[in-house]
Protein backbone atom coordinates (compact mmCIF):
# COMPACT_ATOMS: atom_id res chain seq x y z
CA UNK A 1 0.00 0.00 0.00
CA UNK A 2 1.16 3.52 -0.71
CA UNK A 3 0.27 6.23 1.81
CA UNK A 4 1.58 10.00 1.02
CA UNK A 5 0.85 12.81 3.04
CA UNK A 6 0.24 16.59 1.94
CA UNK A 7 1.44 19.13 5.22
CA UNK A 8 2.98 22.36 6.26
CA UNK A 9 4.12 20.02 9.03
CA UNK A 10 6.41 17.48 7.62
CA UNK A 11 8.57 16.92 10.69
CA UNK A 12 5.87 15.61 12.70
CA UNK A 13 5.19 12.24 10.85
CA UNK A 14 9.01 10.23 10.65
CA UNK A 15 8.77 10.05 14.66
CA UNK A 16 5.50 8.22 14.36
CA UNK A 17 5.30 6.64 11.63
CA UNK A 18 8.83 4.74 12.39
CA UNK A 19 7.71 2.96 15.50
CA UNK A 20 5.51 0.26 16.59
CA UNK A 21 3.53 -1.75 13.98
CA UNK A 22 3.67 1.23 11.54
CA UNK A 23 7.31 0.78 11.81
CA UNK A 24 6.99 -3.37 11.46
CA UNK A 25 4.79 -2.83 8.53
CA UNK A 26 7.08 -0.55 6.43
CA UNK A 27 9.82 -3.08 6.90
CA UNK A 28 8.09 -5.80 6.48
CA UNK A 29 7.03 -3.69 2.87
CA UNK A 30 3.32 -3.82 3.42
CA UNK A 31 3.40 0.05 3.35
CA UNK A 32 5.23 2.66 2.03
CA UNK A 33 4.86 6.36 3.40
CA UNK A 34 6.10 9.57 1.03
CA UNK A 35 5.87 12.41 3.08
CA UNK A 36 5.10 16.20 1.10
CA UNK A 37 5.96 19.40 2.38
CA UNK A 38 2.93 21.73 0.69
CA UNK A 39 5.76 24.48 1.08
CA UNK A 40 7.79 23.27 -1.30
CA UNK A 41 5.40 23.69 -4.18
CA UNK A 42 5.02 27.57 -3.28
CA UNK A 43 6.27 29.63 -5.81
CA UNK A 44 7.21 33.10 -4.04
CA UNK A 45 10.73 33.14 -2.16
CA UNK A 46 9.20 32.89 1.51
CA UNK A 47 7.32 29.71 0.48
CA UNK A 48 3.94 31.57 1.17
CA UNK A 49 0.84 28.76 1.54
CA UNK A 50 -1.29 31.16 3.24
CA UNK A 51 -3.69 34.21 2.97
CA UNK A 52 -6.54 36.64 4.32
CA UNK A 53 -9.69 35.49 3.30
CA UNK A 54 -11.83 37.14 0.78
CA UNK A 55 -14.88 39.27 2.58
CA UNK A 56 -12.72 39.88 5.82
CA UNK A 57 -13.25 37.99 9.09
CA UNK A 58 -9.90 36.43 10.98
CA UNK A 59 -7.30 33.85 10.65
CA UNK A 60 -5.89 32.51 7.33
CA UNK A 61 -6.58 30.23 4.56
CA UNK A 62 -4.25 28.06 2.80
CA UNK A 63 -3.82 29.12 -0.53
CA UNK A 64 -4.84 26.88 -3.73
CA UNK A 65 -1.78 27.14 -5.38
CA UNK A 66 0.76 25.02 -3.36
CA UNK A 67 -2.22 22.63 -2.71
CA UNK A 68 -3.01 22.12 -6.69
CA UNK A 69 0.64 21.18 -7.36
CA UNK A 70 0.87 19.36 -4.54
CA UNK A 71 -1.89 17.27 -5.16
CA UNK A 72 -1.36 16.89 -9.09
CA UNK A 73 2.25 15.46 -8.38
CA UNK A 74 0.99 12.94 -6.06
CA UNK A 75 -2.07 12.15 -8.00
CA UNK A 76 0.38 11.60 -11.35
CA UNK A 77 0.19 8.02 -9.92
CA UNK A 78 -2.77 6.49 -11.42
CA UNK A 79 -5.24 5.17 -8.87
CA UNK A 80 -4.33 8.07 -6.01
CA UNK A 81 -7.46 8.61 -4.25
CA UNK A 82 -7.14 12.06 -2.19
CA UNK A 83 -8.81 12.27 1.83
CA UNK A 84 -8.87 15.33 3.21
CA UNK A 85 -9.16 15.78 6.83
CA UNK A 86 -12.18 17.98 7.76
CA UNK A 87 -15.24 18.41 9.97
CA UNK A 88 -17.50 18.01 7.41
CA UNK A 89 -16.36 14.73 6.68
CA UNK A 90 -17.92 11.38 7.62
CA UNK A 91 -17.24 10.47 10.91
CA UNK A 92 -14.10 7.91 10.92
CA UNK A 93 -14.54 4.46 12.53
CA UNK A 94 -13.89 1.03 12.23
CA UNK A 95 -15.99 0.36 8.92
CA UNK A 96 -14.22 2.81 7.10
CA UNK A 97 -10.74 2.02 8.05
CA UNK A 98 -11.37 -1.26 6.91
CA UNK A 99 -12.85 0.63 3.85
CA UNK A 100 -9.57 2.24 3.50
CA UNK A 101 -7.21 -0.18 4.10
CA UNK A 102 -8.56 -1.51 0.54
CA UNK A 103 -6.73 1.14 -1.46
CA UNK A 104 -3.81 0.53 -3.31
CA UNK A 105 -3.05 4.47 -2.87
CA UNK A 106 -4.37 7.03 -0.15
CA UNK A 107 -3.02 10.81 0.12
CA UNK A 108 -4.23 12.71 3.00
CA UNK A 109 -4.24 16.68 3.10
CA UNK A 110 -3.90 18.19 5.88
CA UNK A 111 -5.26 21.19 6.40
CA UNK A 112 -4.05 24.22 8.46
CA UNK A 113 -5.04 27.64 10.00
CA UNK A 114 -9.14 28.72 9.18
CA UNK A 115 -9.55 26.40 6.47
CA UNK A 116 -8.22 25.53 2.97
CA UNK A 117 -9.31 27.16 -0.02
CA UNK A 118 -13.15 25.85 -1.07
CA UNK A 119 -11.67 25.40 -4.83
CA UNK A 120 -9.22 22.40 -3.36
CA UNK A 121 -12.48 20.64 -2.61
CA UNK A 122 -12.57 19.61 -6.45
CA UNK A 123 -9.71 17.71 -5.39
CA UNK A 124 -10.96 15.44 -2.71
CA UNK A 125 -12.22 11.77 -2.97
CA UNK A 126 -13.37 11.78 0.35
CA UNK A 127 -14.08 14.08 3.51
CA UNK A 128 -13.35 12.46 7.21
CA UNK A 129 -13.28 13.55 10.76
CA UNK A 130 -12.45 12.34 13.88
CA UNK A 131 -15.30 13.74 15.65
CA UNK A 132 -16.71 17.08 16.79
CA UNK A 133 -14.12 18.95 18.01
CA UNK A 134 -11.22 21.12 16.42
CA UNK A 135 -7.35 20.34 16.40
CA UNK A 136 -5.04 22.95 15.15
CA UNK A 137 -4.78 20.86 12.12
CA UNK A 138 -5.08 17.53 10.01
CA UNK A 139 -1.67 16.10 10.85
CA UNK A 140 -2.80 14.42 14.60
CA UNK A 141 -5.88 13.42 12.31
CA UNK A 142 -4.25 11.96 9.41
CA UNK A 143 -2.09 9.96 11.90
CA UNK A 144 -4.66 7.90 13.84
CA UNK A 145 -6.54 7.42 10.62
CA UNK A 146 -2.97 5.95 9.26
CA UNK A 147 -2.50 3.88 12.76
CA UNK A 148 -6.01 2.30 12.31
CA UNK A 149 -5.77 1.54 8.85
CA UNK A 150 -1.99 -0.07 8.27
CA UNK A 151 -2.58 -2.23 11.56
CA UNK A 152 -5.54 -3.68 9.35
CA UNK A 153 -3.18 -4.88 6.59
CA UNK A 154 -2.64 -8.48 6.35
CA UNK A 155 0.38 -9.07 8.14
CA UNK A 156 0.70 -5.83 9.81
CA UNK A 157 -0.08 -7.61 13.15
CA UNK A 158 1.99 -10.88 13.51
CA UNK A 159 -1.66 -12.26 15.36
CA UNK A 160 -4.83 -11.39 13.02
CA UNK A 161 -7.08 -13.22 15.66
CA UNK A 162 -6.32 -10.81 17.60
CA UNK A 163 -7.17 -7.62 15.70
CA UNK A 164 -10.57 -9.26 14.58
CA UNK A 165 -11.41 -9.30 18.12
CA UNK A 166 -10.76 -5.85 19.13
CA UNK A 167 -13.20 -3.31 20.42
CA UNK A 168 -15.58 -2.37 17.47
CA UNK A 169 -14.97 -5.41 15.36
CA UNK A 170 -17.47 -7.43 16.69
CA UNK A 171 -19.83 -4.24 17.10
CA UNK A 172 -19.10 -4.58 20.93
CA UNK A 173 -16.62 -3.16 23.06
CA UNK A 174 -14.34 -5.99 23.74
CA UNK A 175 -14.44 -7.73 26.93
CA UNK A 176 -12.07 -7.22 30.42
CA UNK A 177 -8.21 -8.85 29.83
CA UNK A 178 -5.85 -10.00 32.62
CA UNK A 179 -2.38 -11.53 32.68
CA UNK A 180 -0.31 -12.69 35.73
CA UNK A 181 0.28 -12.44 38.06
CA UNK A 182 -2.95 -14.26 39.51
CA UNK A 183 -3.10 -12.02 42.23
CA UNK A 184 -2.62 -8.24 42.27
CA UNK A 185 -3.49 -5.82 45.68
CA UNK A 186 -5.81 -8.32 46.35
CA UNK A 187 -7.35 -8.04 43.10
CA UNK A 188 -8.16 -11.56 41.03
CA UNK A 189 -7.87 -13.16 37.84
CA UNK A 190 -11.43 -14.99 37.45
CA UNK A 191 -11.74 -18.03 38.31
CA UNK A 192 -13.22 -18.73 34.82
CA UNK A 193 -10.52 -18.16 32.91
CA UNK A 194 -8.22 -20.08 35.08
CA UNK A 195 -10.46 -23.07 34.64
CA UNK A 196 -9.04 -23.91 31.17
CA UNK A 197 -13.06 -25.04 30.16
CA UNK A 198 -12.74 -22.87 26.98
CA UNK A 199 -16.76 -22.73 26.33
CA UNK A 200 -17.44 -21.25 29.30
CA UNK A 201 -14.41 -18.47 28.53
CA UNK A 202 -15.88 -17.86 25.63
CA UNK A 203 -19.31 -17.32 27.25
CA UNK A 204 -18.07 -15.36 30.06
CA UNK A 205 -16.05 -13.36 27.49
CA UNK A 206 -19.40 -12.75 25.45
CA UNK A 207 -21.40 -11.62 28.14
CA UNK A 208 -18.66 -9.39 29.76
CA UNK A 209 -18.49 -7.63 26.32
CA UNK A 210 -22.35 -6.97 26.26
CA UNK A 211 -22.44 -5.74 30.04
CA UNK A 212 -19.26 -3.48 28.85
CA UNK A 213 -20.85 -1.87 25.73
CA UNK A 214 -24.38 -1.77 27.83
CA UNK A 215 -22.35 0.54 30.60
CA UNK A 216 -20.30 2.92 28.28
CA UNK A 217 -21.62 2.65 25.03
CA UNK A 218 -25.22 1.62 24.63
CA UNK A 219 -25.44 3.03 21.15
CA UNK A 220 -23.63 0.40 20.03
CA UNK A 221 -26.29 -2.38 20.89
CA UNK A 222 -28.72 -0.78 19.20
CA UNK A 223 -27.06 -1.99 16.05
CA UNK A 224 -24.81 -4.63 17.52
CA UNK A 225 -25.81 -8.49 16.05
CA UNK A 226 -27.12 -10.25 19.44
CA UNK A 227 -28.16 -13.48 19.48
CA UNK A 228 -31.04 -14.66 21.26
CA UNK A 229 -28.59 -15.58 23.60
CA UNK A 230 -27.55 -12.75 23.51
CA UNK A 231 -30.84 -10.54 24.11
CA UNK A 232 -32.07 -12.88 26.81
CA UNK A 233 -28.78 -12.28 29.01
CA UNK A 234 -28.94 -8.32 28.68
CA UNK A 235 -33.12 -8.78 29.77
CA UNK A 236 -32.00 -10.84 32.69
CA UNK A 237 -28.35 -8.81 33.79
Known amino acids: MKIDVLTLFPE ?25 NIRDFARDKHRVCDDV ?17 AVEKVKAEPGA ?27 FLCGHYKDIDE ?12 GDYILSGGEPAALV ?8 LPGAISDPESANCDSFETGLLDHPHYTRPEEFRGMKVPEVLR ?14 ALIITRQH ?4 LERAALSPEDSDFLKEN
Not at 12 to 36: E, H, N, R, T
Not at 54 to 64: I, S
Not at 119 to 130: E, G, P, Q, T
Not at 217 to 220: C, Q, T
Request: hydrophobic content about 40%; overall charge positive.
Open 119 to 130: RVRSLVDRDISL
Open 195 to 208: SGNHAQIKQWRRRQ
Open 145 to 152: VIDAIVRL
Open 12 to 36: MFPPVLGQSIIGQAQKKGLVDFGIF
Open 53 to 69: PYGGGPGMVMKPEPIFE
Open 81 to 107: RLVLLSPRGRIFNQQTARELAGEQHLA
Open 217 to 220: RPDL
